[in-house]
Every structure is written in C-alpha cells, then in structure tokens.
C-alpha cells in the first residue's frame, strides 16, 4: 500500500509569495496517477493537477505540479488571498486512491 | 454540467449502519461512463476515500473498509448510494460524493454531508 507524505504540514506565507509543497511516496508510483486538490474551509476539495502536472479546467496557470519516482511538488507561483488553504495530493494505483495527509497553507 | 448532492441522516446510532445517497444531476448514469465514488473527512482531519464504483458497476474500496462497505447505483433514480455499517464513533465525519470519466481522480464532488454517530 502507497503512504502518502506531505510537508510542511503548515506553510506560513504573505501574499504575493511563492508556495512550495511536497508529496513523497513510500514507493515509486507513476506520475500519471498523482493528483493535487485544495480544499478551503467548509468546502469540498476541488482538483487542481492531474497526473502529475496537468491543470484541471479553469485552474489558474500560477499553480503548477511536477515531480516523478517517489517525489511531486506543488508549487504556487504568487499566492492569492483564495489561496490560502489546505492541500492534498493523492495517488491512484491498483484500483485504490490514496491522500496525503495535507499541508496548510496559512496567512503569515 | 454534473451537479452531485448527497442526502441521508445526519445522526446514525453505533452498531447501526450508515445509508447515503447521492443524486446526479445534469446527466443520466446509465448513459455516461464514469466512475462514481465515496470520500469522507472526520472533523479537523484529512480526507480518506471509501469505495468507487464503474459505470460499468465494478466495485473498488478501501481495504481498510471494505469489510463494512457496499456502494451500488440505482440508475432509475439517477443516484448512487453508499452504506457503511456497524459504525463507532470513528466513522463520525463529513461524507462526500464525487466523480470523474477517469478513476485516477475526482473533478466534480458534492458539498459534503455531515454524519455522526453517537447514541
């Protein structure tokens, strides 16, 4: 079974700033199987990359994903006041989904 | 566009089992080839997925549940259902329904429903 682990577990950062947040997996997975959603406070999560570094529909171009093997980043070029939330990355292997435990990205 | 809204009680006693719903919206099941599935969030925590189910109604679960777990699809009615059962306190959490045409991620969720389990 893929563990999924995210860190920081809280990022602090002002507005304007750029956001760095790792997914690694406890094995090699492949990149077309690791997504990254945000999930604000009292919503549903809402996906943003796909297969590693594809932007879901109507996702602005400041996010960004990469990454392979065991190591996937999620990066926000210049955080937005709407950006300041939780996010997960999650994989899909073996017919079974699996989230990280989420890094929150707060208002410093 | 798909629309998804989960329904059902939002206080379920231990022991019992837990019965969802969820009703689509803006398309007919039987007509699309997506894949339908369950993610729960306990309160303060982070997300956990429960089961998907195929359009062609092959049924996936968490291995950590799947002991407890059924989801099925009622095409009549347009909704898909999950129920979990023998429920502690542990399964206190925010449910969501959500789907995708690809099973590798969710792109379209419902706005969640809070169920609690307690006496």
């Known amino acids: 079974e893929i563990v999924l682990t995210q860190s920081p577990g809280t990022l602090s950062l002002s507005p304007g700033e750029r956001a760095t947040l790792s997914c690694r997996a406890s094995?090699?997975?492949?990149?077309?199987?690791l997504a990254w959603y945000q999930q604000r406070p009292g919503q549903a999560p809402r996906l943003l990359i796909y297969?590693?570094?594809v932007r879901a529909a109507d996702i602005p171009n400041r996010f960004s994903g990469s990454g392979s093997g065991t190591d996937f980043t999620l990066t926000i070029s210049r955080l937005e006041p709407e950006d300041f939330a939780v996010y997960y990355c999650?994989?899909?292997?073996?017919?079974?989904?699996?989230f990280g435990g989420g890094t929150k990205v707060e208002i410093k | 566009q798909l629309l998804l809204q989960e329904s059902g009680p939002g206080l379920v006693k231990p022991s019992e089992t837990l019965s969802l719903t969820c009703t689509v919206s803006?398309?007919?099941?039987?007509?699309?080839?997506?894949?339908w599935g369950w993610v729960r969030q306990p309160p303060g925590k982070g997300l956990e997925w429960i089961g998907s189910?195929?359009?062609?109604?092959?049924?996936y679960y968490n291995p950590s549940l799947k002991s407890r777990v059924t989801i099925s699809v009622d095409t009549s009615k347009n909704q898909f259902s999950l129920k979990l059962s023998s429920v502690t306190a542990a399964d206190t959490a925010v449910y969501y329904c959500?789907?995708?045409?690809?099973?590798?991620?969710?792109?379209?969720w419902g706005q969640g429903t809070l169920v609690t389990v307690s006496s």
């Open positions: 297969s590693a570094s």
């Open positions: 094995q090699r997975v492949s990149s077309s199987y």
């Open positions: 999650q994989h899909y292997g073996s017919s079974l989904l699996t």
């Open positions: 959500a789907t995708d045409p690809n099973p590798i991620a969710f792109d379209i």
């Open positions: 189910i195929s359009y062609g109604g092959s049924t």
């Open positions: 803006g398309s007919s099941i039987s007509s699309t080839t997506y894949y």
